[in-house]
């Protein structure tokens, strides 16, 4: 379970630094991937226990201009 929390958090973690160096805001994304207003922040907050979909994390991939491995750390946990 451990495992499980630290991936969540590597994988929110990477699209926060991809959305950020991008300059775009949470709102914006949410927009770009066509999910309400707020949906990236509940994503983003650790609290929320929510986790991103393979399906969402293309979407994210493909809104912020980069590869869904490149949210994927190079060795397992």
Do not use: W
């Not at 709102?27 to 399906?55: C, D, M, N, P, W």
């Amino acid at each position: 379970m451990a495992n499980q929390a630290a991936i969540d958090r590597y994988i929110i973690d990477r699209v926060r630094a991809r959305r950020i160096e991008l300059d775009i805001s949470q709102e914006h994304l949410s927009f770009l991937v066509g999910k309400s207003e707020g949906y990236i922040a509940q994503f983003e907050s650790y609290k929320r226990g929510k986790h991103f979909s393979t399906r969402m994390l293309n979407e994210l991939a493909k809104a912020l201009q980069c590869s869904p491995k490149d949210f994927m750390p190079e060795m397992p946990f």
